[in-house]
């Protein structure tokens, strides 16, 4: 739902490109992981755990030093703010509203829960098994390995949550937010009262160092 | 002898009783009791197994502690036959164990057998602190594993 630009509306840049990346390679590397636990394929399996542990690991570190769309301080709103929202009343700010912020932290937590299960996880026949399952006995990977499997029920019903709200928001009001999640722009009526502040390059840098490195750490601790 | 023969079939009926005792007590389990033991036997031999896996990632493995395994899975490689006796299929409560079990036996002998062959080598390179021979024959086992429950183990449910 494109929206032609009149004089009375402003296209902004809201998205900067490590956090569409970030998006899109999570949707892949969840259906890729999804696929390869289905038919058995356990070794692309654990890759597509550890890509997705370096993900989240860079999208915590840009909830604190990224751009301000991306930051937990912007966009976690209390309970008061979230009412309001839901009544209508908007924020002014750009990025994430008060109500899509508590999808977009409980959906982030619940799939760094679902990884660290998956870290410690043993198959039935104690063959395959996720990297930190050296630390637990064969009866605790077990139980590591229902949790990962009971609670990707639960994120496969809150990405349908997730999907079905963005629906809405494209369908009913108008408003294109998966365009603006692919080239990170979004039109508004004015120009918000709060622009978006991009963090820079060496941020992102330092970023992507990080995520490596937690990713590398757990691997080698298995 | 009258005397003698009632007691000839008296000993007769009581070594009868005792039989069918002896064969009752063997026979003693439920099918839903057999299975929980057959379920047993396999996570022990599951924990044998991740005790294996887990033991060869380490650069210099606790051998004594491989061969320990290596032992629990070499008996369990031999035993596992036992572990089906007839009526203990799906038709008598929750297993993954498929009736081909029972209506391929020599499908399934075959199967067991790539087990029994395979789980000596384990033991053997264990017992010669061989590691990379530890790995190559536990890679060689989880083979036979596998080809085994590809045709008599049904599909985890999700």
């Known amino acids: 739902m494109p929206e032609s630009p009149t004089p009375d509306s402003v296209r902004v840049r809201v998205w900067d490109l490590p956090i569409r990346l970030f998006h899109w390679l999570m949707v ?19 890759y597509c755990g550890y890509a997705l542990l370096g993900l989240v690991s860079f999208r915590i570190y840009w909830g604190f030093a990224g751009s301000s769309t991306a930051r937990f301080a912007q966009f976690l709103k209390g309970p008061r703010v979230i009412l309001q929202y839901i009544k209508g009343q908007r ?5 994430h509203n008060p109500l899509g912020a508590l999808s977009v932290v409980v959906l ?6 679902q990884i660290v299960f998956g870290l ?3 198959d039935v026949d104690g063959i395959e098994s996720g990297p930190l399952s050296i630390y637990v006995s064969f009866d605790g990977g077990r ?18 949550l997730h999907v079905v709200a963005i629906a809405y928001y494209v369908l009913i ?11 990170g ?4 009526p004015r120009l918000p009262q709060q622009p978006v502040r991009f963090a820079s390059a060496a941020r992102l840098l330092v970023g992507v160092v990080l995520a490596a490195l937690v990713t590398w750490l757990v691997i080698r601790a298995g | 002898m009258p005397g003698s023969f009632y007691s000839r079939l008296g000993s007769t009926v009581v070594a009868a009783a005792l039989l069918a005792a002896a064969v009752h007590a063997a026979d003693a389990l439920t099918p839903v009791q057999l299975q929980k033991v057959r379920h047993d036997h396999y996570h022990e031999l599951g924990d044998a197994f991740k005790s294996v896996r ?6 210099s493995p606790d051998f004594a502690a491989l061969i320990a395994s290596a032992e629990v899975i070499d008996k369990a490689s031999v035993n596992q036959g036992q572990w089906f006796p007839q009526g203990t299929g799906p038709e008598a409560g929750k297993t993954r164990a498929l009736p081909e079990v029972w209506s391929k036996p020599d499908e399934f002998l075959a199967a067991q057998k790539m087990f029994s062959d395979r789980a000596p080598k384990l033991l053997e390179a264990a017992k010669a602190k061989d590691l990379p021979g530890v790995q190559a024959a536990f890679k060689e086992l989880g083979g036979a594993c596998k080809n085994c429950h590809d045709t008599f183990r049904s599909p985890e449910e999700h």
């Open chain 1, 143 to 160: 139980f590591a390995a229902e949790l990962h499997e009971e609670l990707f029920d639960v994120l496969l019903w809150l990405i349908g």
């Open chain 1, 108 to 113: 982030l937590a619940l799939l760094l829960a």
């Open chain 1, 173 to 183: 009001r108008k408003e294109d937010l998966i365009g603006a999640m692919l080239h």
């Open chain 1, 28 to 46: 892949a590397l969840v259906g890729v992981a999804w696929w390869t636990a289905e038919t058995g394929r356990l070794d692309w399996h654990r």
């Open chain 1, 185 to 188: 722009k979004r039109s508004f």
């Open chain 1, 120 to 122: 410690f996880a043993v």
């Open chain 2, 54 to 59: 887990d033991l060869t990632k380490a650069d």
């Open chain 1, 91 to 95: 924020t002014g700010t750009p990025g």
